[in-house]
Structure formats: C-alpha cells, structure tokens
C-alpha cells in the first residue's frame, strides 16, 4: 500500500493569489493524480502528472491555471493561479498501486474569499 | 460519453439494517471498478476493489458484486452500524483508459 501526505491540510486564501499544494508519496510511483472535489460535489480528475514529463489535463482544465510539478517518483505539487471563490474546494492527490488499487490523500481544503 | 451514476443520492436507515447502495456505467468494458468511504471533510479510503474477471469481493462486513453485462455493482453494507455514516462513493476505470471516473456518491447516514 502507499501512504500519502498533503500540505497544506486546509488554507483561506484571497482572491488573485496564488496557492501550492505539496504530495509526498512513501514509495516510488509512477503516476500521481490531482483531483478537485467542489462542494457537494464528486470528484473531478483535474491532471495526470508523471515524472519526467509534462502533465495531462481533463477538458476543462488548463496548465496556466493549474501548473504541476513531477521533480521525482515520490513527489508533486499542484498550483492554483490567480484564484476566485469558485477555486473553493478539496483538492486531493492520488496514486494507482500496482495498477490496481487507488489511494488517496487526506485533502487540501481550500477557501477563497 | 463514460459515466458513473450512483443512485439513491442520500439514505437514512436505521441500525442495524442490511442495505444496499448501487452503482451505474454506461460503458460495459471496464478494468476494475473500485468503493470507496469519505468522512465529512476528510479524503477517500478504498473498500473494495473489483476487477473486471470477478464477481464480487468482501471485507467483513461489505460485500461488493459486479455485473459488467447490465453495467451495475452494488455494495452490500449487512447490519449497519452508526459508525458506518458517510458518502460512499464508485469509481470505475473504463477499458483503454487508465483514470478513475468517480460516481456522484451516496450519503449514507446509520440512525442510533
């Protein structure tokens, strides 16, 4: 199994700025997955992020906004650029195990204002 | 379009009742298919993980099935707990991909 830890846990941030999201892995993986959860909502695969490469977006979701970073097989970070209130969300990192079974971090809980 | 669909959206029963919570994908080809629970404000813990060559899975208490020709699995949750209160939510990974695409999630709530 893989054991997976985000930073910040929970942040309040005003709108324009900018906010980075960290995910450390216990064990080397290859793909590494962002995720934004809106309120009441379920939750949507924002990019794919892989070492070594550039990330793939889902429709809807642009780099500019997003930027993410892959230095290593353990670790990413997410950016949320320029943020509004609608940017107010759980934000998660997840990790496919064996090709199989999917983890999850606990969640970076987001409040624009 | 690939899509999961989780029905009903919300259910309150009482404890100790055996329930059942459905999952719906449009597309029968799949790779697995995985439960998940979310506490209020919490991230996602994995429940059971079904692959595409098997029917059903179990952990103590739940029971997953699967049945890739109609597109539904279902997780069976036997003598409910209040402990067991949460948004269980299915995700499916659609053959030729290699993404989760997550239902809408049922929130369940066991009444003491």
């Known amino acids: 199994s893989a054991v997976i830890s985000q930073k910040p846990s929970r942040d309040i941030c005003q709108r324009g700025t900018s906010l980075t999201i960290q995910c450390q892995v216990d064990?080397?993986?290859?793909?590494m997955f962002w995720y934004r959860q809106q309120p009441g909502q379920s939750l949507t695969l924002i990019a794919t992020?892989?070492?070594?490469?550039?990330?793939?977006?889902e429709s809807g979701f642009v780099i500019d906004k997003f930027p993410i970073s892959r230095p290593n097989l353990t670790f990413s970070t997410l950016t949320v650029s320029n943020m509004s209130p609608e940017d107010s969300s759980i934000y998660l990192c997840s990790v496919n195990w064996d090709q199989e079974t999917q983890y999850f971090g606990p969640g970076t809980r987001l409040l624009v204002l | 379009k690939q899509e999961v669909t989780q029905i009903p959206a919300a259910l309150s029963v009482p404890e100790g009742e055996n329930l059942v919570l459905n999952c719906s994908f449009t597309d029968s080809a799949i790779y697995n298919l995985q439960w998940f629970r979310q506490d209020p404000g919490k991230g996602l813990t994995s429940l059971l993980l079904?692959?595409?060559?098997?029917r059903e899975q179990t952990s103590g208490r739940l029971n997953a099935s699967l049945d890739k020709s109609s597109g539904r699995s279902t997780l069976y949750i036997a003598a409910s707990q209040p402990g067991d209160s949460a948004t269980y939510l299915c995700a499916v990974i659609f053959a030729g991909t290699y993404k989760y695409i997550f239902g809408t999630g049922t929130r369940l709530k066991v009444l003491a």
């Open positions: 992020a892989n070492q070594g490469s550039e990330a793939t977006y």
């Open positions: 064990s080397q993986v290859t793909m």
């Open positions: 079904i692959q595409s060559s098997q």
